[in-house]
């Protein structure tokens, strides 16, 4: 998986990750890849709804010791 | 325009009151369908926050300007965030502090009634989980039953009301909400009673809950009379209170009964909650009120919020008390059971005192509709 870009979103409360993500999407071309890093839990439902919402795609998610990782393929 | 701030309390008083109000709830759609602020003249719209995160406009058709609007989320952030841009875009808004998680621990205390020789009966009604905890007051004493895990609402209730916490009682081992029972009872120094049948697993002391077990409160001897009532679990005991009041636990609700799964041993208790409801039950006196641990839709609240009705009229009107056929019963409460509540597994290993999550974790356990009853 190439990564594009990341966002560390770390520390950040609802709804600054999606809000952040949503930019960092903007900022990228079609079929590339961003990495979201966030620490709150509402993420773990929310990027994949926020994302299915704009049609773009989670390739992989992960959680490390409380870190949340997405991997997300704009459409 | 002005964005206000509501309080769990603000809220739960508009539900007692049975007062209308728009609800905007900006959470995702799956836990907007799983679990909402229940009302009886709510309406609602559901659109997550990051859909408006670029603008508000093509909602505002959809919200009333002659009704109060609240925005509703999980924790609060994405509600100011949306409740801010409906001000700018000169709607007059209000969000709930503390969002879903604050709806979930707020506790409303409320007078069931008043009993022999000046002793009072109270039901704390946690609106958002459905979750009903008693206390029993009577001159200098008091006793609780079934209290949820804001241990200090408990107390400092008690400190008001000038009376000693002498008894804690959970009528079982719980498995939708954290029991605050043991720790009310090891700051107070009261007896923590638990049914033995019940806590083969647990790690703390406790004092055994068996049936026939009397106890006497404060200064007007209120009686408090245990009553075993195996089905839910099989150590699942009631309560019958100042020969008035049937406190049945999670065995029988108002519009339900309660599930024999959720330790995991439904066709082995099944027959348990057949005998419970179909025999025990009807021994006793019709017009003893039953108050339980749970309600699980806002309809089964009376006018004043209390939840509590009259055995002889369950009889009558409970479906679940009005299967003749013991092959349907079997059926009905084994079969196509809804699903379990959130983290219920875990939950009873909080209550068994196996492990101790923070409070964040206890929240985040707690979240979601309580789920005992089978209609």
Known sequence: MNITKTLDAKGLACPMPIVKTKKAIDAIKSGEVLEVVVTDKGALNDIPAWAKSGGHTVLEQKTEEDVLYFYIQKA | ?375
């Open chain 2, 1 to 375: 325009m002005t964005v206000y701030k509501w309080t769990a309390a603000e809220v739960a008083r508009k539900v007692i009151d049975k007062e209308e109000l728009f609800i905007l709830d900006v959470r995702n759609h799956d836990a907007f369908e799983d679990w909402k602020i229940e009302g009886h003249k709510f309406e609602y719209l559901n659109i997550p926050y990051f859909e408006l995160i670029d603008g508000v406009e093509e909602i505002l058709p959809k919200l009333p300007t002659d009704k109060e609007v609240l925005v509703v989320c999980a924790k609060e952030g994405s509600s100011v965030m949306v409740a801010e841009m409906l001000s700018e875009a000169g709607r007059e808004v209000a969000y709930l502090e503390g969002g879903m998680k604050s709806w979930s621990s707020y506790l409303e205390p409320i007078k069931v009634s008043d009993l022999e020789n000046g002793g009072e009966i109270y039901q704390f009604v946690r609106l958002g989980k459905g979750c009903l905890s008693y206390m029993v007051i009577s001159e200098g004493e008091a006793a609780i039953i079934d209290a949820v895990r804001f241990t200090d609402v408990f107390t400092n209730f008690a400190k008001e009301k000038g009376v000693e916490i002498k008894h804690v009682f959970d009528t079982h081992l719980h498995a939708d909400h954290i029991s605050g029972g043991r720790h009310i009872a090891a700051a107070t120094g009261a007896t923590y009673y638990l049914p033995p049948k019940d806590a083969t697993e647990v790690v703390f002391d406790y004092t055994p809950l068996t049936d026939g077990l009397n106890i006497k409160i404060g200064a007007s001897q209120i009686d408090v009379n245990a009553f075993y009532s195996p089905g839910h679990t099989i150590g699942s005991t009631s309560f019958i209170i100042d020969n008035q009041f049937l406190l049945t636990g999670d065995i029988l609700f108002i519009d339900s009964i309660g599930r024999p799964d959720l330790a995991g041993l439904a066709e082995d208790w099944v027959d348990d909650l057949r005998e419970t409801l179909y025999s025990r039950y009807r021994e006793l006196a019709e017009d003893l009120v039953v108050l339980p641990a749970h309600f699980m839709i806002i309809d089964e609240l009376n006018e004043d919020g209390t939840v509590a009705r009259r055995l002889g009229d369950l009889f009558k009107e409970n479906h679940g008390l009005n299967i003749e056929d013991e092959d349907e019963f079997r059926r009905t409460v084994t079969d196509h059971l809804p699903p379990q509540p959130n983290a219920y597994q875990q939950i009873r290993q909080v209550n068994m005192g196996k492990i101790t999550p923070d409070n964040d974790e206890q929240t985040e356990m707690e979240i979601g509709p309580n789920r005992c009853a089978v209609r």
